[in-house]
């Protein structure tokens, strides 16, 4: 068996697989006789059908099916043993129609597409800025704002405030704002509202200044976009009911629940960051200022990476790519796109084709690996934060293992884990090879240089 190369470009080359009877014929006997030891055949016993049926019988599907085999094989072992780097997959030049009974010699062509060589500079020469946004004393005071918001208590107020919570009958009305009557009219009789959900401002504004003993005129479909779900809630009727109510209703305020914020003592320490790790005033100040930094540093990373990745794009902007031999892939693996749109989908693709090579080779440069001990970690994290969101920051290891351990058992989820390990422990390493420049800022100033690097990301 022959192989031979004719490079087309720098990044793509054609590949011919040369076969002839020599490289088949045995493989092809043995494969027959394989097949006589389990076929079964009318007027034969199992495993003495003669060689020359089977011959007869499926000499040309065997022959097909080595040759198939053969040639692969040495596609395979052509690009690993010459270490190409290909994109997507060979795609052949053509159909090879095998007539065996006239032909024994068989040439089977292929286009490759290669990747390009990339020479990155990754050394203390190249700069890259990191951001950190300096946590100031507005930002402490808004996070012990909701903290002891939400640790709070709910006790009964008089007067209606922002975040309450308002109880009472909630009736129909007519169209001339008399209370509806009859079988078919809704009437709740313990009933409950939070105007701080409500859609509509102007129905939110309704409950202003309205204190225990007060009426309140307002309209259920207008507080939700007359979902059917709250108002079924709401109404406490059931959904295919409340998608017609237009009406508006009279809510007579029977008692209104107000948050009172939690104070400063151990046990919300306890309830916001767990048994005994936060003693004083000082150290609830300073684990605050560890919250919101680790809640910013994302904006940090992220601002990070994108310098990264306009550098690496700009200065690769002209990478020669394999575009022709990709565009047959596509058309070859994907339905959705045809000879008609291939050069429009092409063209979606080709940034994040270029940033994906440019990941890889410094993925090459900097020897990152991905253990599955990162994964599981990745995981971990990924569940606290899911937690913390939901403002539950003082879970159990345990609880957050079982939950993390949920994620990696989800296919979609454990390789978007992936993914993310890799993406962490590359641009980790990439600030081990480069100078990083630290810079302390101000949100504001942060929010200036942001939308400073979105400007120049899209020009």
Sequence with gaps: MNVTRENLDAVSFRLTVSVTEADYKEKVEKELKKVGKTITLPGFRKGHVPFSELKRR??????????????????????????????????????????????????????????????ITLDKDVHFPYYTIAVDDT????????????????????????????????????????????EDAIQVISGIVAPMYFK???????????????????????????????MSSMLQ?????????????????????????????????????????VH?????????????????????????????????????????????????????????????????????????LRWQLVKERLAELTGIKIEEEDIKNYA????????????MTNMGDDIIDRYAQNLLEDKNYRQQIIGGVGDNKLFDAIKEHVTIDSKLVSLDEFKDLAKQAQILAEE
């Design 280 to 352: 004083n005033e000082e150290e609830y100040t300073e684990a605050l200022r560890q919250i919101i930094a680790q809640q910013l540093r994302p904006n940090s990373e992220n601002m990070f990476r994108n310098s990264v990745h306009t550098k690496y794009t700009t200065e690769f902007a002209d990478m020669q790519l394999p575009v022709e031999t990709l565009k047959k892939w596509l058309v070859r693996r994907n339905d959705g796109i045809t000879e008609e749109n291939v050069d429009e989908q092409m063209e979606k693709m080709l940034p994040d």
């Design 380 to 391: 971990r994290a990924m569940a606290a934060q899911q937690f913390a969101q939901y403002g």
């Design 139 to 182: 930002m402490v005071a808004e996070q012990d704002a909701m903290l002891t918001k939400r640790f709070g208590a709910q006790v009964p107020g008089e007067e209606f405030e922002p975040d309450a919570l308002v109880k009472g009958s909630i009736m129909e009305l007519n169209e001339d704002g008399t209370v509806k009557e009859g």
């Design 58 to 119: 499926f000499n040309n599907q065997v022959t097909s099916d080595v040759i198939n085999d053969e040639v692969y094989k040495a596609v395979t072992e052509y690009l690993k043993e010459n270490n190409v780097s290909v994109l997507g997959e060979p795609i052949p030049a053509g159909v090879v129609e095998l007539d065996l009974k006239n032909k024994t010699d068989y040439d089977f062509t292929y286009e490759i597409a290669t990747a390009p060589e990339i020479n």
């Design 237 to 277: 009727i059931d959904k295919d009911q409340a998608a017609n109510v237009k009406s508006d209703f009279e809510m007579s305020i029977s008692e209104i629940i107000v948050v009172r914020p939690a104070e400063h003592n151990q046990e919300f320490f306890d309830n916001v960051f767990g048994p005994d790790k």
């Design 200 to 230: 509509s401002k102007e129905e939110a504004d309704k409950f202003v200044g309205k204190k225990v003993g007060d009426k309140v005129v307002f309209n259920p479909a207008a507080t939700c976009d007359g979902d059917p779900t709250e």
